[in-house]
């Protein structure tokens, strides 16, 4: 069971360059979320998902996309990276209601040169 | 909006002993739920504890309690018998309704044998 994938794990991008991070999991939760964890600001969401088809903007979503065409998938788009997006991102998943945790994936660093 | 705070960035403690970190949060809500996470070198997304905020009695989880203080709006996390696997960053996580979790800044624990 691998329950929440993310790829790739390291990634350098030049200014301006775009890419996707890719996310599955396969525990078929319909609540999937992006995070970015920068030194002393902890973890902040960036889009979230409730399920396939419906997407909304959490507390720093201006330089991101989303998408959630199946219940396993959630990329996130960077249209034109820019070196405040250097970080690290990590997806996460719910199984419940608020008495589950989030299962998260071992998380992508990205540097924007 | 809800904030979490957490006023430590820097714990250590010797192995063996007990050590707190502390947690506030701000919130209007009165159903909601508190979680620690363990956040090694790995990089892994860790759950260590949560707190339902309707339940009185404090959550424990073998060396790991909480101190839950709803009307002060605390959530501190007690480590009982440090070990050195511990050595971690510690973060506090708020989750409102709609399963959006906010987090703190994180603590740096450092277990010394």
């Known amino acids: 069971n691998a329950g929440v994938t993310q790829t790739p794990k390291f990634q350098v991008l030049k200014t301006g360059q775009s890419m996707t991070l890719q996310c599955a999991q396969d525990?078929?939760?319909?609540?999937m979320s992006w995070y970015r964890q920068d030194p002393g600001m902890g973890l902040r969401l960036i889009h979230y998902?409730?399920?396939?088809?419906?997407?909304d903007q959490g507390e720093v979503p201006n330089g991101y996309n989303v998408s959630r065409s199946t219940t396993e998938d959630f990329p996130l788009r960077l249209l034109s990276a820019a070196p405040s997006q250097t970080s690290v991102y990590f997806c996460?998943?719910?199984?419940?209601?608020?008495?589950?945790?989030?299962?998260f994936g071992n998380g992508t660093r990205l540097t924007v040169t | 909006a809800q904030t979490v705070t957490q006023s430590q960035p820097e714990m250590s403690v010797q192995e063996a002993e007990t050590v707190t970190l502390s947690c506030t949060y701000d919130t209007s809500e009165n159903n909601y739920y508190l979680f620690w996470y363990k956040q090694p070198p790995s990089r892994q997304m860790i759950l260590v504890i949560r707190q339902e905020a309707y339940k009185q009695q404090n959550a424990t989880e073998n060396r790991f309690s909480v101190n839950f203080q709803k009307a002060a709006k605390s959530f501190s996390l007690k480590i009982s018998d440090s070990q050195l696997g511990d050595t971690a960053m510690y973060f506090c996580?708020?989750?409102?309704?709609?399963?959006?979790?906010?987090f703190g800044a994180g603590t740096i624990l450092r277990v010394k044998s």
């Open positions: 998902s409730v399920g396939a088809g419906i997407t």
């Open positions: 996460a998943t719910i199984g419940g209601k608020g008495n589950s945790p989030l299962h």
């Open positions: 996580a708020f989750m409102e309704y709609g399963n959006k979790l906010v």
């Open positions: 525990m078929n939760h319909e609540y």
